[in-house]
C-alpha cells in the first residue's frame, strides 16, 4: 500500500469507530482522504478529524470505490455483507469482526507477536477478539522464552465489548438503581449495572460459549501452536471500557517470578504495575485511554511448581481493538 491511503471507516459512529477515528488523527496515519460510513440510522451526524467536520455516510454498493484500507467494526454480518465488494474495489480490509478470523487464508495479527502474517492477506486480515490480545500480548513474550504448556483464564469483561450503546445502558441502569428504579435492558440480555453475568456469546455441546472459544482458537491460531492447552471463563462486569483478566500459566519447567517480571517489564505494549508494599495493581481505571496493557500480580502459583499467576488490565477500545487494528495498518504501510 501507497502512502497517502484513501481510508474508510465501516462502523465509524460505534465505540471501536469513533476511537479509530482518534487515532488515525493521533497516529499520524498518512490520510489522503477519510470516508465515514455507518447504518442509516447515522445518516446525518458528523464527525470531527483533525477539526474538520465530516459528515456520515450509510454504506452502499459505491462506498468503497478509490478506496485503499477500510478499517471494519460494525459487527460480523455487516463485514459478512459487504467483504466481497470492499476487496473487489481493491481496497484492503482489516476486520475488527470474528467474520474471518479462522479463515486459513486470512491473517490473524497482533503486530507485536505475528507481524509477518500480515504479507499473505488475500485482501482481509483480521483484528482478533479483544481478550485474545490484551492476553496474548502479555504471556507471548513468556512463551518465547519458556513454553506454555497450559492457561487458564478468566476474563472480566466491560460493557465496551458490546458496544457504545451497551455503554450508555449501564450509566442508565445505574442511574435507575439509584433512584430507586428497576433498570431497563435492550442491548445487553441482563441489567450490568450492580451485577455481572457470564458472556452471552452463544453457548457449545461442552458449555463453552463463542467468547471463550475465541480465546481458545484464537491465541492457538496466533500463537501458531495448534495444540496449546486452554480454557477460559468469561465474565461481563459493570466496568465501562477496559478488560481484565486473571491467567494461570502452567510452564514445562519452574519459571521464575523475577525473569517474568523482568521480560513483561520489557516488553512491547505492556506496562509491569507492581506496589507490592501499597497492595497496588492494575485496574481497569487505570488502563482506560491508555495503549499498554497493565500487567501485575505476577506470582509462583502454589499449586504447582511449573505455574505462574498473573492479572492484567487492557484498554478493550484500545489495544483490544482500534488500536491493534491501526497497528496492522501501519504494517501495511
Ligand atoms: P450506527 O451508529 O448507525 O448504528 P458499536 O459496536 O459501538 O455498537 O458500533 C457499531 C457500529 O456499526 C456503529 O457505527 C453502527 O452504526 C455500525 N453498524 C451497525 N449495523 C450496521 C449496518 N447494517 N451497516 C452499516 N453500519 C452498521
Redesign the pocket.
Known amino acids: 500500500m501507497s502512502k497517502p491511503v484513501r481510508v474508510a471507516i465501516?462502523?465509524?459512529?460505534?465505540?471501536?469507530?469513533t476511537e479509530l477515528l482518534g487515532l488515525l488523527e493521533h497516529r499520524e496515519f498518512p490520510v489522503a482522504s477519510l470516508k465515514l460510513?455507518?447504518?442509516?440510522?447515522?445518516v446525518g451526524n458528523s464527525l470531527t478529524f483533525k477539526g474538520e467536520s465530516l459528515l456520515?455516510e450509510?454504506?452502499t454498493e459505491n462506498s468503497f470505490r478509490g478506496i485503499d484500507l477500510v478499517l471494519a467494526?460494525?459487527?460480523g454480518?455487516?463485514s459478512k455483507?459487504w467483504a466481497k465488494n470492499i476487496v473487489e474495489s481493491g481496497a484492503v480490509m482489516v476486520d475488527n469482526s470474528s467474520a474471518f478470523r479462522m479463515k486459513s487464508e486470512v491473517p490473524l495479527v497482533i503486530p507485536e507477536i505475528n507481524p509477518e502474517t500480515t504479507k499473505h492477506h488475500q485482501g482481509i486480515i483480521a483484528n482478533p477478539n479483544c481478550t485474545t490480545i490484551l492476553m496474548g500480548l502479555a504471556i507471548y513474550p513468556l512463551h518465547q522464552v519458556k513454553p506454555i504448556k497450559r492457561i487458564v483464564v478468566s476474563t472480566y469483561q466491560s460493557a465496551s465489548g458490546a458496544?457504545?450503546?451497551?455503554m450508555e445502558e449501564v450509566k442508565f441502569q445505574s442511574q435507575a438503581i439509584l433512584n430507586g428504579q428497576t433498570p431497563k435492558t435492550k442491548i445487553l440480555p441482563y441489567p450490568l449495572a450492580f451485577n455481572l453475568f457470564p458472556h452471552n456469546s452463544p453457548l457449545n455441546s461442552e458449555g463453552y460459549c463463542t467468547e471463550e472459544m475465541k480465546m481458545v482458537n484464537e491465541t492457538r491460531k496466533i500463537f501458531n501452536e495448534p495444540d496449546l492447552k486452554i480454557t477460559a471463563t468469561c465474565i461481563r462486569v459493570p466496568v465501562l471500557r477496559a478488560h481484565s483478566e486473571a491467567v494461570n500459566l502452567e510452564f514445562s519447567t519452574r519459571f521464575s517470578v523475577t525473569e517474568a517480571r523482568e521480560i513483561v517489564a520489557n516488553s512491547p505494549g505492556l506496562k509491569l504495575v507492581e506496589d507490592w508494599r501499597g497492595n497496588y495493581f492494575p485496574m481497569p481505571i487505570d488502563a482506560s485511554g491508555r495503549d499498554e496493557v497493565l500487567v501485575g500480580r505476577i506470582r509462583q502459583d502454589i499449586s504447582h511448581p511449573n505455574g505462574l499467576e498473573l492479572w492484567l488490565c487492557g484498554d478493550q477500545i484500545r489495544k483490544g481493538a482500534a488500536l491493534n487494528a491501526v497497528q496492522i495498518a501501519e504494517l501495511l504501510i
Open positions: 465501516l462502523g465509524a459512529t460505534g465505540a471501536v469507530g460510513l455507518a447504518s442509516e440510522r447515522s456520515v450509510a454504506v467494526s460494525a459487527g454480518s455487516t455483507t458496544g457504545a450503546r451497551a
